[in-house]
């Protein structure tokens, strides 16, 4: 069994909440308690940005090749605990546990030690400006920055952000889902084990109206990263304004996955499914309309649909298990509303659309690989529904299928798949979306950012421009051997 740490991680230490306060955590696959875990509220938080405040100076001052170096040990001590953190994830979200294993941890380690080997190399520059000064440019450290993560991938989007953000030399207050705290809180422990200086990581487990309105309004909190749903990012803008913090937001998605008649359809059969399907189509990158050519489009259907009923479903601790349980029964029920949906605006469910019968799911949030044809119109095909749901629209010709790829609110992920190379590149600058795959789908690596357009938010994650978005520009001018008459005569 894996380590639960079911307290608030403030200063260093794991505490209880100040008025005693828990959330129960249960596990999705059969709603059984796994544990009850502190609540933290504003007065929590309060204390956790004290502490980070007063970790900022030696955490910043520190040098970054040392910082580098705990994030690199950090990576290291992930790895040595992979099953058990794969153990943990997957209890806690229902990811099933050879992804936790083969795909959220490694990614998790590997953006840690991105960010550790990045520590040291990102530097500022000298600007050639006039003679008899020296101008040179530092990316200076934020301070304290408040980091709001969702319950698809916690062990991953908390290394998306406290990677680049300690690495710049900020210290972190971070509150996790309230649904999926556990790796996180894990996570913490393993910092304080490998020498992670009290202050510079504290985790306020607790819910967004509470916890998450506190960070993202504190006055001494001077950014807030946010990953969720639009709806909740334009509520964190509104908290954010009292003190002008920065804000990045990365938001929700409606991924467009093109098929065009030329491509290599037992690939673009494949790669769409796990564009959905992976992670029970909890991704706001997730590829969610099927946009096909209407002359393959039978043929890709027959395969899609077969494959998609292939799927196996069951206890995501099992190894054999191809997809597990929506992480909660909330948003299972969330999710089947959206077939009604699909069903009163004329949609056709062509595999799925229910809980699974199986005796042994009957008790967790399952829901069966779902694919409905509809219209590019239909809220089906414009909302997220953030589940095991694909949308199928056929087109005609480029300039359709274009029109519907860039045809809702969103711009985040988006994948085509095609033979034709001057259409892919084509298609890959026209698409309006932050990350654009060719014959592929949802790649992500910690070099490359990550982030949206539209209503998908701004600001990326990941790669140099992570580091750019956890620092300030500082121009230092400093007079060489300038003259300077005076400017009023006297
Ligand atoms: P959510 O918006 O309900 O919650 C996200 C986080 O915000 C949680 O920690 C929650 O407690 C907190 N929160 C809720 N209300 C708040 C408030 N008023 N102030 C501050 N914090 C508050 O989203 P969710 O249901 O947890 O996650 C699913 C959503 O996240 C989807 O829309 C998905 O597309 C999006 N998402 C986006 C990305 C991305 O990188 N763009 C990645 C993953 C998920």
Request: charged letters at 20%; proline letters at 5%.
């Amino acid at each position: 069994m894996p380590t639960i740490q079911n307290q608030l991680f403030i200063d260093g230490r794991f505490v209880d909440a100040q008025d005693g306060a828990t959330i129960d955590v249960l596990n999705p696959h059969d709603n059984s308690l796994i544990t009850r875990v502190a609540e933290a509220k504003a007065a929590d938080v309060e204390l956790a940005v004290a502490a980070a405040e007063r970790a900022f100076g030696p955490w910043s001052r520190m040098a970054a090749a040392d910082r580098g170096r705990l994030l690199l040990k950090l990576a290291d001590r992930i790895e040595a605990c992979a099953d058990e953190l794969a153990h943990l994830e997957s209890l806690d979200t229902g990811h099933p546990i050879r992804d936790a294993r083969h795909i959220d941890v490694p990614r998790t380690a590997a953006c840690y030690r991105y960010f550790g080997g990045m520590a040291d190399k990102f530097q500022g520059s000298v600007v050639p400006v006039e003679t008899g000064f020296l101008n040179y440019v530092m990316r200076s450290p934020i301070g304290v920055v408040g980091q709001i993560v969702p319950w698809n991938f916690p062990l991953m989007f908390t290394a998306w952000k406290m990677g680049p953000a300690l690495a710049a030399g900020n210290t972190v207050v971070l509150k996790p889902s309230e649904i999926t705290p556990l790796s996180t809180l894990r996570i913490a422990e393993l910092m304080a084990e490998v020498g992670f200086p009290p202050g510079a990581v504290n985790i306020v487990v607790g819910y967004g109206h509470a916890a998450g309105q506190a960070l993202a309004e504190h006055p001494r909190v001077g950014k807030i990263a946010f990953t969720g749903s639009t709806a909740t990012g334009r509520r964190v803008v509104e908290a954010s304004k009292g003190n002008l913090k920065r804000v990045q937001l990365e938001l929700g998605g409606k991924g467009a996955n093109i098929v065009f008649e030329d491509a290599n359809l037992v690939a673009a059969v494949n790669g769409s499914a796990w564009a959905i399907f992976h992670n029970q189509g909890q991704a706001c990158i997730a590829g969610s309309r099927l946009i096909v050519h209407e002359r393959v489009a039978d043929e890709f259907l027959d395969r899609f649909v077969g494959l998609a009923k292939s799927i196996r479903l069951g206890n995501p601790l099992d190894p054999d298990t191809e997809m597990g349980p929506l992480t909660s029964a909330l948003h299972r029920d969330r999710v089947l509303a959206y077939v009604d949906v699909a069903r009163e605006q004329g949609g056709e469910v062509l595999s799925g659309g229910r809980a699974p019968d199986a005796a042994e799911l009957a008790r967790g949030c399952y829901v069966e690989p779902t694919v409905v044809r509809a219209r590019a119109t239909d809220r089906v095909a414009q909302e997220e529904v953030f589940g095991p749901f694909v949308t199928v629209t056929t087109f005609k010709d480029d300039e359709e299928a274009l029109a519907i790829a860039n045809g809702t609110e969103y711009g985040l992920g988006s994948g085509l798949w095609t033979r034709d190379l001057s259409r892919a590149h084509r298609f890959g600058q026209a698409i309006r979306a932050g990350m654009v795959w060719v014959n592929s789908y949802k790649r992500v690596n910690p070099g490359s950012p990550f982030g949206g357009v539209g209503q998908s938010g701004y600001g990326r994650e990941m790669g140099f421009e992570a580091m750019h978005d956890y620092t300030e520009a500082k121009s230092i001018w400093v007079n060489v051997d300038a003259v300077i008459p005076p400017h009023f005569k006297r």
